[in-house]
């Protein structure tokens, strides 16, 4: 028996199993340091939840950690999420 918990992704409620939610706040603190705007958070929550229900997680289903993993791939890194005028910048023009 596998624990589960209701959570919602930009108003959209989904059931996940305790390790994908888990992964899923680890990854959005991440990205939410990174990026440091609520608004551009809600956006990224936005689309998870988007990708989501494209891939066919409705009410009935519960989110897995393959499901995380899925919305990293799509998404990308925290630090793909950081604001080009950061640091990373000069190096690139260096």
């Known amino acids: 028996m596998n624990?589960?918990?209701h959570i919602h992704l930009s108003r959209q409620q989904f059931t996940m199993s305790v390790d994908a939610q888990k992964e899923?706040?680890?990854?959005?603190?991440s990205i939410q340091k990174k990026v440091g705007d609520k608004e551009v958070v809600n956006e990224i929550?936005?689309?998870m939840s988007e990708l989501l229900?494209?891939?066919?997680?409705t009410d009935e289903k519960v989110v897995l950690p393959e499901d995380i993993e899925y919305l990293k791939d799509q998404l990308g890194t925290?630090?793909?999420?950081?604001?080009?005028?950061?640091?990373?910048?000069?190096?690139?023009?260096?």
């Open 3 to 5: 624990e589960v918990k």
């Open 24 to 29: 899923l706040r680890t990854y959005l603190e």
């Open 45 to 47: 929550e936005s689309r």
């Open 53 to 57: 229900i494209e891939r066919g997680v």
């Open 78 to 94: 925290p630090e793909d999420f950081s604001d080009e005028d950061s640091e990373d910048k000069p190096e690139r023009t260096a």
